[in-house]
């Protein structure tokens, strides 16, 4: 799990080859990105151009109690979590058995859905609570179970996109180089 300001975040994307990402994240009509068909509490999906898998989920949500949330965690894809509008709280443990103390560790089922594995919350105090604002970034690795969209002080509005960032582009060989695609905003990034 890493946090930090967007503005910090172009060493990382140099070192993993993920210029569209920080080309995303820099955009200065990000701010203003919205979907007309976005309901609240839904979501929308967006492919990255480029060829790479690299996807981008766009939620307009009201935070949670933790009470009501669930861990989760992906095995294929890093998550990269980005509030455009509001705050956000983000639950983080590791992966491993601090989950379900003295109880089995959650498993990936793949015909449930997309990449994802979920736990009950059941071991608060080893929680480790994230808030981003706009302006930041949390990233969750496939080792990091998370969860997301926790209210701060209360339930608020919160506008935010996760990046969604295959584990095989940023864990190959140092000497393999991937060519990024062409477009350089977020309208042209989008398809």
Not at 16 to 29: A, M
Not at 74 to 85: G, L, N, S
Not at 167 to 183: C, N
């Amino acid at each position: 799990m890493e946090a930090g300001l967007i503005k910090q975040f172009e060493q990382y994307a140099r070192k993993n080859n993920i210029p569209e990402v920080y080309s995303i994240l820099t955009d200065p009509g990000l701010a203003d990105f919205t979907h007309q068909d976005l309901k609240m509490g839904a979501a929308k999906r967006f492919e990255v151009a480029g060829g790479r898998d690299i996807y981008l989920m766009f939620q307009i949500v009201t935070t949670q109690a933790h009470d009501d949330a669930f861990f989760e965690a992906h095995r294929d894809y890093i998550d990269i979590h980005v509030p455009i509008e509001g705050v956000e709280s983000i639950g983080y443990s590791p992966l491993d058995a601090r989950l379900s103390p003295g109880g089995p560790l959650p498993d990936y089922d793949a015909s449930a859905s997309d990449d994802v594995t979920f736990s009950h919350f059941e071991s608060p105090h080893e929680m480790t609570i994230v808030r981003l604002v706009k302006g930041m970034y949390g990233i969750f690795y496939p080792d990091d179970a998370h969860i997301p969209r926790l209210q701060t002080n209360g339930p608020s509005y919160l506008r935010k996109m996760v990046i969604k960032v295959p584990v095989s582009l940023v864990e190959r060989p140092e000497d393999q180089t991937v060519s990024p695609p062409s477009g350089t905003t977020l309208s042209e990034l989008l398809v």
